[in-house]
């Protein structure tokens, strides 16, 4: 839940869980008081309904003894009634700065609040209501947890409560695969904290609520121990990433026909120049030598300086013209079967590998697969593209793989998917761009995140 919610509770916020019957919400609460007096933060649980004896017989379920919480002075639960409550919350001196006081508590939870909606106050007195208690909430620095119930009715209409309070989680338990129901979790508002947003699966385990953030998979050990990354040169994709891209991992950028790919493409390309690798570029009708040339002109990379280090080779399947002194450095493939084209990876693009291997070069191979089906066809990808991978796996270069989904099928598109490390998917979607990671070593699949363009390197920014 903390990873939800970016660190937790901001201290001092009064949060509504809200939720049916049966969805968690006081174990929820009451975890919340028990990781409270762990950490050396004082509680209040307030109940208007249970008696202390059913909390203390529930919550055992799950290992906590409120009662020995109780006698370390950590916690204490109090059954009262609202009214009784709000007025001593009102009176100075009285009851509730009392119970604060004594347990110098830092935490409180209210079971419920729902309590002031069933009396006789009208509407408007029930507003009043709501800003006192969070008005006597904050006045005593204390960071709240505020039960409400919530009926079916109710889902789609936030209540009043949800507007004037600092945050608002809903839980939920819905019909799943129409024979099983699946528990939710939502943050809906949560003042002064970025979110991971959208609904995360939640489990009542024997330690309590256990919940599962949306977009995590399971990571690749294997890679996350013995790699190290580096910066994709985009702080929002390295955030995901934790880092960036893992030394000797493969990764796919899946993009559509409106989507401009080439700012992503020139960031990472640019960044492993920094990290003083050798770059093995297979180009694409698009993306042509000149337009390479210039990228790197525009990320502040000598192009003279890189070959004078031959740390670029280009591979070109197309005949075109190209720059100045880039010729020694253009590995033209424009007139190779497919046949002679393997060769070719063999006699001629092998050894530069193994020269650099031998001088302690690290390789990064940026690889236009929408060339090579537009060049030698599916079956091309199909029958070698693994065999590739896995050489470039073993001997640590990593390799960036652009490709249209869409356009090689799904057969295609699902075989790559799984012979990679990682997969990026960009598209556009009718005046703006987007970006999500669907697939990578630490597990994490983000949210859609929009591309803006910027004046300054590297000319994107995702948000």
Same mark, same amino acid.
């Given at each position: 839940m903390d990873t939800v919610l970016n660190g937790g509770v901001p201290a001092g916020a009064s949060v509504v869980v809200e939720g049916a019957p049966g969805t968690g919400k006081t174990t929820l609460a009451m975890q919340f008081l028990h990781q409270g007096a762990a950490v050396g933060e004082a509680g209040l649980y307030i109940t208007f309904e249970e008696l202390p004896e059913q909390?203390?017989?529930?919550?055992?379920?799950?290992?906590?003894?409120?009662k020995e919480l109780e006698r370390e002075g950590k916690l204490r639960v109090v059954s009262i009634s609202p009214d009784l409550l709000m007025e001593q919350m009102l009176e100075p001196g009285g009851l509730f700065e009392q119970l604060v006081a004594e347990t110098a508590a830092k935490r409180i939870v209210l079971d419920s609040i729902s309590l002031y909606r069933y009396g006789n106050l009208s509407v408007?007195?029930?507003?009043?209501?709501?800003?006192?208690?969070?008005?006597?909430?904050?006045?005593?620095?204390?960071?709240?947890?505020?039960?409400?119930?919530?009926?079916?009715?109710?889902?789609?209409?936030?209540?009043?409560?949800?507007?004037?309070?600092?945050?608002?989680?809903?839980?939920?338990?819905?019909?799943?695969?129409?024979?099983?129901?699946?528990?939710?979790?939502?943050?809906?508002?949560m003042r002064g904290r970025p979110l991971l947003e959208g609904e995360?699966?939640?489990?009542?385990?024997?330690?309590?609520?256990?919940?599962?953030?949306?977009?995590?998979?399971?990571?690749?050990?294997?890679?996350?121990?013995?790699?190290?990354?580096?910066?994709?040169?985009?702080d929002r994709l390295d955030q995901v990433l934790d880092g960036g891209l893992a030394e000797g991992t493969v990764y796919l950028l899946d993009t559509n026909? +409106?989507?401009?790919?080439? =700012?992503?493409?020139?960031? @990472? !390309? /640019?960044? $492993?120049?920094?990290?003083?690798?050798?770059v093995i570029a297979l180009l694409s009708s698009f993306n042509s030598p000149m337009e390479m040339t210039n990228m790197l002109a525009a990320h502040g990379i000598s192009l003279e300086e890189i070959i004078e280090k031959e740390r670029l080779y280009l591979v070109e399947h197309y005949r075109r013209p190209h720059p100045k002194g880039l010729s020694d450095y253009i590995l033209d493939v424009s007139r190779h079967s497919n046949q002679e084209y393997r060769?070719?990876?063999?006699?001629?693009?092998?050894?530069?590998?193994?020269?650099?291997?031998?001088?302690?070069? +690290?390789?990064?191979?940026? =690889?236009?697969?929408?060339? @090579? !089906? /537009?060049? $030698?066809?599916?079956?091309?990808?199909?029958?070698?593209?693994?065999e590739e991978t896995a050489w470039a796996r073993s001997m640590g270069v990593t390799v960036l793989a652009l490709c249209n989904f869409?356009?090689?099928?799904?057969?295609?598109?699902?075989?790559?998917?799984?012979?990679?490390?990682?997969?990026?998917?960009?598209?556009?979607?009718?005046?703006?761009?987007?970006?999500?990671?669907?697939?990578?070593?630490?597990?994490?699949?983000?949210?859609?995140?929009?591309?803006?363009?910027?004046?300054?390197?590297?000319?994107?920014?995702?948000?």
């Open positions: 909390l203390y017989r529930e919550m055992d379920a799950y290992g906590w003894d409120l408007r007195e029930q507003r009043e209501t709501f800003y006192r208690l969070r008005s006597v909430l904050k006045r005593h620095g204390l960071t709240a947890l505020l039960i409400r119930e919530e009926s079916l009715s109710e889902e789609d209409k936030p209540a009043f409560e949800n507007y004037v309070f600092d945050g608002v989680i809903r839980l939920r338990l819905k019909v799943y695969m129409e024979k099983y129901r699946m528990r939710t979790v939502e943050v809906t508002k995360h699966v939640y489990r009542i385990t024997g330690e309590g609520i256990h919940v599962v953030p949306a977009r995590s998979m399971v990571e690749d050990v294997a890679v996350l121990k013995n790699q190290k990354c580096v910066s994709t040169g985009l026909s +409106k989507a401009n790919y080439k =700012y992503i493409m020139g960031s @990472i !390309v /640019a960044k $492993r120049f920094e990290q003083g690798e050798t060769e070719w990876l063999a006699q001629v693009l092998e050894p530069v590998f193994k020269k650099g291997f031998s001088e302690g070069r +690290k390789f990064f191979v940026y =690889y236009d697969l929408n060339t @090579i !089906v /537009a060049e $030698r066809g599916k079956e091309f990808i199909r029958n070698y593209f693994a869409a356009e090689i099928g799904d057969e295609i598109a699902s075989y790559l998917e799984r012979t990679c490390n990682g997969v990026l998917r960009t598209w556009v979607d009718g005046c703006y761009q987007h970006i999500q990671v669907t697939k990578a070593p630490n597990g994490k699949i983000s949210e859609p995140m929009l591309v803006e363009n910027m004046e300054e390197r590297p000319f994107i920014r995702m948000v």
